[in-house]
């Protein structure tokens, strides 16, 4: 059982290799998901309403609380200086005239701060969160270009801005790789969470040169910022030996424990809260602001607000890395893959583990005879490099699905047939079979919905006026996730119930839906059942982050349910209208108990609680470990449709109609689940046509901190986006559901593109897709 | 020295750097007013200045004085929500709920402006008499806007479902 | 943001005086007080004109008189500008969002600073417009927004306004106060070419407040066209405003300025000379343009800009001299 309780040695047990193939051949009922949840067949309830948010009254009035909005007695304003040098060290540090400026309380330095263990870097536990493991103002050191190397604290923001504006520094340089191109030749092989991003299958070289048609194409994806509109915030005390953390998090458990490994205290001496989260896409996670702050917490004795400023987020948190990848597709003259290579290279830092893994998708999408997928890295002395909304396959699937379409024009034969044609019957390298997958469908009513049969196949044929017009498709495809680590808090009392888990809202509509998913597997209405999160003192290690939320959430609080009604049972005696039924044997109803098959015979909790005296039950739950994952080949797909006009005389590219067609499982709130789609696909627009983050290769600085300078889009940049689904519910995942938070952000860019070339003829085989590459 | 902030007075304070947006979140605690940029880049600190929609970050709370400020802590609350911040819930205008208060503040200013015939960059007709309410006015006009979780099109159509009930809206169809 | 007085303006002579003691002008604040938190500006004491003349006349020659500290909006949304001058209107209307053109004053709009990436970045990168003889990190790093034509070695910055390039095109005048006295000054020599000097953008005395700008009466037709990388809220990558009036298939007179593409609002001299008297028609436009651009210079990302500004300049030429539609 040890390796149950150790998720990494699972992870790399299954690496292995043993694990997984035993688990791979357990029967279905051994594994988690086997037996279908029943909440999959309940059509009528709360799950699948379109329920309005419930956090909807305190968001849209401003009394929704952020990480900054949470005043303190005797607070201090910190304000941060960073460094102006990629690599070396500090020779200098002249505080005096910021330390004597109004209002200043502490200047705090590596010379003076606390003494620290390093952050423990992502992966390398379960719960850790660093971004890197370099250590936090601990020395001289200088790592990157924007690296915190001064704090000032005092009474106003305006005094702690002034005074770190007067601090002077001087550096010692050292040569550092700053460029990617300089980099290249020390290229290495990547791993992510673990595994080598290598995947072979057959002779895919030899397949490819006897291809009767082949495609061969590099492209090209910049780095990217989240870009969260709220900033990065955190405010910190000291309150008898608990360091406590109003947070902006997307892991707030996973913070306390890092917290408490860096300041060395045990994590249950650390509270991080995070009950709103200003947007996260992967960005809200641990970086230096919170150890920082704890740390000037500390020092001065009082309690810090720290509130990056827009640039300060750009400068200590880290961002999606840039990538170049070689597609090349060989197939037959029916358009059946013979060959499918995908590898390139992108960039990382040597005190993090996140090379963007751009093959992901490539892994499971189309029944090539032969595979070969590969990601080498470099690592450069850069700010370190993050998880962004998809990483790898929101850019990997920007190469695969061009690569695609050129290769149907190659064939003369219609995007989406060459995509069917293609279509796996079991997933192409692990030969699992699909937990339920399709996309044939949604392929079929995406084109429906968009016309697609209006799109002319001759590159610009469609000319309104000064405007180019064209339509393109592409796949999208991201995986269903379930992390160790899911545990629930379930609190029955005659008025409803509570579930309480450190898992997060921010903005995806968790709350709401599990809301509904609580009530239907209770059999109680909506308004008794309340969702407590965002605490590190609730159960559970809980990433929101790899759309494993609901199913993460859904599993554990399946578990609990399990044990609630057992306790239940515990107490229901012998006057009860259930007496003598097992336990298996019921549902839940009416706000209460009923025989599954006689729901006459029916208890309410209110009346079971009374009888036995008790005012409430309360339960804790684990998910089991996420094994169904090794035993199919779980993943959501999206038919993606675009139009644009493209200006033929300016080139402006525009996007004029999207249309996403979903087979994410079911959808269990028809309307937060729209929105979840459309935000992954608008963030997808912006990858296509405008967002790039500018990193000056001469010294590794970023040079666009901004929103006026990266570009994000604006209103007149979306045009209403049509989002349809499936809801085909798959049988092996809690509710049926998978997570839909990121799939929306995949294909998105290759639809794009691949309409621009149908509009003008141009292939854009680097993003973004500005104007000055279609005049 | 003084300014009326949703009806109330409030003394500017005497640091002359302070700026609206910070005058408001952290002298006045009034946190519905969000800071996203600090730049003049996001709109989420829009507040409604004498009825006009301004960007707050980009305001010293000096230059306020003697006028009237509307935040969203003005335009209605959780339990007596405005027209606007109900279709804002109906629609789903929004997710993590960050820009939506300067989403709303700006969408009120857009509204009266559309009604005092001020154009904008896609109206065809700068003659026009009366301007018109279509999604692509309402696009271009929230543009200072941004959101970063991609709520768009329901806030579009929140606006429109709110501003296009309304009389003069009517008119201008 | 450097600790600083503030005082509001009574009147023009108040702000000038205060100015000669050394305090900045403050309008709208869109622009400088963004500037003040960067630490590029550091004003001692601003003194508010953002309160001083406000609104638009008519004047008797038939053009327009817009006080400096009319908003934005204002001088957009107004009847006669959005008659007359509908250039103006649609520059303005294309720039910023509408949060800022209701705070920003036309003063202010006019006397903007550059949005170049190394000018920003006070702490880590060289300018010559922040720190004289510093070094320009601009012309060897990301230049793709940057100038085509008028550059320096010192300076390859461009004027980030859309309404200045409007006013170029439109004549426009600017009325001035010091304490020496008023003087007025032409739009088109108000900003400066960067030379060695990129710190001094325009001619402008230390203490001169600009009170108004006069507009003379417009040529008939009259448009602006902005291309940049978002449908809204970005900056030019090119505009070009033009003004034109044809008679029987000729170019009676034209007025032609370039956005985007120079330390100032560029007018278009060279291509006027050749369109004033010709036919109206695509080979003249053309022609025209070329020759504007004649001297333009490429950096290594923004040689598209040519050629993006060649065929905006015929664009809006041929949509001001084709039919209405």
């Excluded at chain 1, 675009?642 to 996403?660: D, Y």
């Excluded at chain 1, 608008?682 to 290769?697: R, S």
């Excluded at chain 3, 009574?10 to 709208?28: E, I, M, N, S």
């Excluded at chain 3, 108004?212 to 040529?219: E, S, V």
Aim: include cysteine; glycine fraction near 10%; hydrophobic fraction near 40%.
């Amino acid at each position: 059982m040890s390796i149950a309780k150790d998720p990494k040695g699972l992870i790399q047990g299954a690496a292995q290799g043993l694990m997984a193939k035993a688990v791979a051949l357990a029967p279905d009922a051994w594994v988690p998901g086997g037996v279908p949840d029943p909440l999959i067949g309940r059509q009528h309830g709360h799950v699948g309403r379109a329920v309005s948010r419930i956090d909807g009254p305190l968001k849209v009035s401003g009394t929704a609380r952020f990480a900054a909005e949470f005043p303190m007695e005797h607070m201090v304003f910190a304000a941060i200086l960073f460094s102006t040098i990629a690599k070396g060290r500090i020779v200098t540090l002249e505080t005096a005239r910021a330390q004597a400026a109004q209002g200043v309380v502490e200047v705090m330095t590596h010379r003076n701060a606390p003494r620290l263990s390093p952050p423990p870097v992502f992966m390398s536990n379960p719960k850790a969160a660093g971004g890197d493991n370099l250590p936090v103002m601990q020395d001289d050191r200088i790592h990157w270009n924007g690296q915190p190397v001064a704090v000032v604290l005092a009474e106003t923001q305006e005094q702690a801005n002034h005074a770190a504006s007067l601090i002077e520094a001087t550096y010692e340089t050292e040569p550092a790789i700053t460029a990617f191109d300089e980099a290249r030749s020390h290229a290495r092989p990547a791993e992510f969470m673990g595994e080598p991003l290598h995947d072979e299958k057959g002779k895919a070289e030899t397949a490819l040169s006897t291809s009767a048609v082949r495609i061969d194409a590099t492209y090209r994806t910049p780095r990217h910022n989240h870009n969260a509109i709220e900033l990065h915030a955190v405010t910190v005390a000291w309150q008898d030996g608990v360091l406590r953390l109003h947070d902006a998090s997307q892991l707030v458990s996973h913070t306390a424990w890092s917290l408490g490994q860096i300041f060395g205290i045990p994590e249950d001496k650390v509270l991080v809260t995070s009950p709103y989260v200003g947007g996260g896409f992967g960005g809200k996670c641990m970086w230096q602001h919170h150890v920082l702050a704890a740390a000037a917490a500390k020092l001065c004795g009082r309690p810090v607000r720290l509130v990056l400023s827009r640039e300060g987020v750009y400068r200590l948190v880290g961002g999606r890395s840039l990538t170049e990848q070689q597609v090349s597709l060989g197939a037959d003259a029916d358009g059946r893959l013979k060959a499918l290579i995908h590898r390139g290279l992108t960039a990382k830092t040597p005190s993090n583990v996140m090379p963007e893994p751009f093959i992901l998708a490539s892994r499971s999408t189309y029944a090539a005879e032969a595979i070969e997928l590969d990601v080498h890295s470099v690592e450069l002395d850069l700010l370190a490099n993050t998880f962004m909304r998809a990483p790898g396959e929101s850019v990997g699937t920007f190469a695969l699905e061009s690569a695609m379409d050129e290769l149907a024009e190659a064939l003369a034969l219609d995007p989406i047939e060459l995509r069917i044609r293609n279509e796996p019957d079991v997933d192409p390298l692990s030969g699992l079979p699909f937990s339920s997958r399709r996309i044939v469908d949604a392929w079929r009513a995406g084109a429906e919905a968009f016309g697609w049969s209006r799109r002319s196949p001759t590159p610009g044929s469609r000319r309104e006026g000064e405007w180019l017009v064209g339509m393109g498709c592409a796949t999208g495809t991201y995986p269903y996730y379930r992390m160790p680590g899911g545990a629930a808090r379930l609190t029955l009392t005659p008025r409803g119930a509570s579930v309480g888990i450190a898992a997060h809202e921010m903005g995806m509509g968790t709350a709401t839906a599990q809301v509904q998913v609580t009530a239907e597997r209770l059999g109680l209405p909506i308004d008794a059942v309340d969702f407590h999160y965002g605490d590190s003192r609730l159960p559970g290690t809980v990433l929101a982050g790899g759309s494993q939320q609901t199913a993460a959430i859904g599993a554990a609080v399946i578990a609990a349910h399990r044990l609630l009604i057992k306790e239940l049972f515990d107490i229901v005696g012998n006057d009860s209208p259930l007496a003598g039924i097992k336990p298996d044997d019921v549902a839940c109803r009416d706000a209460g108990l009923c025989v599954r098959d006689d729901p006459e015979r029916h208890e309410t909790y209110a009346s079971i609680l009374a009888r036995a005296g008790r005012a409430s039950i309360e339960v804790t739950g684990e998910g089991p470990l996420p094994l169904e994952l090794m035993h199919w080949s779980m993943h959501s797909h999206a038919a993606m449709f675009c139009e644009v006009k493209v200006n033929a005389i300016t080139g402006e590219p525009r996007v004029t109609r999207f249309l996403g067609s979903f087979d994410c499982g079911r959808i269990l709130n028809p309307k937060t689940a729209a929105s979840q789609f459309r935000g992954g696909i608008i963030m997808g627009l912006g990858l296509a046509l405008m967002e790039e983050t500018q990193v000056d290769e001469r010294n590794g600085r970023v040079m666009n901190p901004s929103l006026s300078e990266y570009h994000v889009p604006v209103h007149m940049d979306v045009p209403e986006i049509d989002v349809i689904w499936t809801d085909i519910p798959d049988p092996h995942t809690p509710m049926g559901a998978r997570g839909i938070g990121e799939i929306g952000i995949t294909g998105t860019a290759a639809a794009v593109a691949n309409a621009i070339y149908n509009a003008t003829g141009k292939r854009v085989r680097d993003l973004p897709i500005t104007l000055d590459k279609l005049l | 020295m003084s300014m009326i902030i949703n009806g109330l007075p409030a003394e500017v304070p005497l640091d002359p750097r302070v700026s609206l947006l910070d005058f408001l979140r952290d002298d006045l605690r009034l946190h519905g007013t969000k800071k996203g940029c600090d730049q003049g880049a996001c709109g989420a600190c829009t507040v409604l200045a004498d009825g006009e929609r301004i960007l707050s970050c980009l305001a010293l709370a000096v230059q306020y004085e003697g006028r009237s400020v509307t935040t969203i802590e003005g335009v209605g609350t959780a339990t007596e929500l405005h027209q606007l911040q109900q279709a804002f819930i109906e629609h789903d205008g929004f997710q993590c709920g960050y820009c939506t208060p300067g989403q709303i503040c700006s969408a009120i200013g857009m509204a009266e402006e559309i009604r005092r015939g001020v154009p904008s960059h896609v109206t065809d007709d700068l003659d026009a008499p009366t301007m018109p309410f279509c999604a692509e006015e309402i696009r271009e006009r929230m543009s200072g806007n941004l959101c970063r979780c991609g709520a768009h099109n329901g806030i579009v159509e929140a606006i429109a479902a709110t501003f296009a009930a309304l009389p003069e809206a009517e008119a201008a169809e | 943001m450097t600790p600083l007085r503030y005082a509001r303006a009574a009147d023009a002579q108040d702000a000038v005086l205060q100015a000669q003691a050394g305090a900045r002008f403050l309008g709208g604040g869109t622009n400088l007080v963004d500037l003040m938190r960067e630490t590029i500006e550091r004003p001692e004491a601003l003194v508010d004109v953002s309160g001083l003349a406000n609104g638009i006349e008519e004047s008797r020659d038939g053009g327009v008189l817009i006080g400096a500290a009319t908003r934005n909006t204002a001088v957009a949304a107004h009847p006669v500008v959005r008659k007359r001058y509908p250039v103006l209107a649609r520059a303005i209307l294309s720039g910023a969002s509408a949060q800022i053109r209701n705070m920003a004053t036309t003063g202010g709009n006019l006397l903007q600073r550059t949005r170049c990436a190394y000018f920003y970045d006070e702490e880590g990168s060289r300018c010559n417009k922040r720190h004289p003889g510093q070094g320009c990190d601009a012309r060897e790093g990301f230049n793709r927004n940057h100038a085509i034509l008028g550059a320096s070695s010192a300076c390859v910055a461009v004027h980030p306004s859309d309404m200045a390039v409007a006013l170029a095109a439109l004549d426009a005048v600017v009325h001035t106060r010091t304490s020496q006295g008023e003087r007025q000054i032409a739009v088109t020599d108000l900003h400066r070419l960067p030379g060695d000097r990129p710190d001094i953008e325009t001619m402008l005395e230390p203490d001169e407040l600009i009170t108004a700008i006069a507009l003379p009466p417009a040529l008939p037709r009259s448009t602006y066209r902005k291309v940049r990388d978002r449908s809204s809220y970005a900056f030019a990558l090119v505009s070009v405003a033009g003004a034109v009036q044809v008679e029987g298939g000729r170019v009676l007179d034209v007025r032609l300025a370039l956005g985007g593409v120079a330390h100032r609002p560029w007018r278009a001299r060279r291509a006027e000379d050749i369109l004033r008297g010709g036919a109206a028609d695509r080979a003249a436009f053309a022609a025209a343009a070329d020759a504007e651009l004649a001297e333009a210079c490429a950096l290594s990302d923004n040689g598209f800009k040519i050629e993006l500004a060649r065929r905006t300049i015929i664009a809006v030429l041929e949509e001001l001299t084709g039919e209405r539609p």
